[in-house]
């Protein structure tokens, strides 16, 4: 069976997971696969120099597991994860895979018929950052020592990715994200089947 795959990438709190949970409603047939949920325990992160430990690099996560868990989905896309809004046997599965370094793990270049990336201000950023609370918590500091720099090194590796990726303003609002990644999809939806009707 065919599958239509998505990439919801960004920056940390830029709103990818907001963003999936609001498209999972709306998709028909969709399931979602968080990056969050792969990273390892924190006997097995990095520390650096300064004592932080090395969370925002693709080292810290399980990406085999993560890999095993999307090739799991292929192999039978049309069962769900999750129960979602109106599903039928015709529609296309789809699967829409979020996190924070996504674009940058080569084994999952080919797999992307869709890709987005959420972006927001350094400001806006650790603000956000700061009202969440973490396990373990962040460290005074490691926002601007480790979370941000490492955010702009992934971003500067994006520069050579050779497919379309749609840069998505994350200060807009969730209701302006959702439709404006709605309407894209519908368009792209229908011309890869006909037959791909989305739930109104
Ligand atoms: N469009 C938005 N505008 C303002 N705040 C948002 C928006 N989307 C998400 N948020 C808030 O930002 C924080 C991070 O959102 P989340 O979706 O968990 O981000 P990510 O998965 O990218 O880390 C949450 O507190 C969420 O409520
Ligand atoms: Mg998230």
Request: hydrophobic share 35%; charged share 25%; net charge negative.
């Amino acid at each position: 069976m065919k599958a239509f795959v998505i990439g919801i990438g960004g920056v940390t709190n830029g709103g990818k997971t907001t963003l999936a949970k609001n498209l999972q409603k709306r998709l028909p047939n969709c399931s979602v696969i968080s990056q969050d949920d792969f990273f390892k325990p924190e006997s097995e992160i990095e520390k650096d120099k300064n004592g932080f430990l090395q969370y925002d690099v693709l080292e810290a996560l399980n990406m085999d597991k993560m890999m095993a868990a999307i090739s799991s989905w292929m192999e039978n896309p049309g069962r769900s994860l999750e129960p979602t809004a109106g599903s039928s046997a015709e529609e296309m599965p789809i699967l829409i895979i979020e996190g924070f370094l996504l674009f940058n793990y080569k084994p999952l270049d080919a797999i992307w018929n869709r890709s987005y990336f959420l972006t927001i201000p350094y400001e806006e950023c650790k603000r956000r950052r700061s009202t969440r609370v973490y396990e373990p918590p962040d460290p005074p500091g490691y926002f601007d020592g480790h979370v941000w720099p490492m955010y702009l090194k992934h971003r500067q590796e994006m520069d050579s990715v050779t497919w379309e990726v749609v840069y998505l303003d994350g200060t807009k609002s969730e209701e302006d994200l959702f439709s404006e990644v709605y309407e894209d999809l519908t368009q792209k939806l229908a011309n890869q089947s006909p037959s791909t009707v989305l739930a109104k």
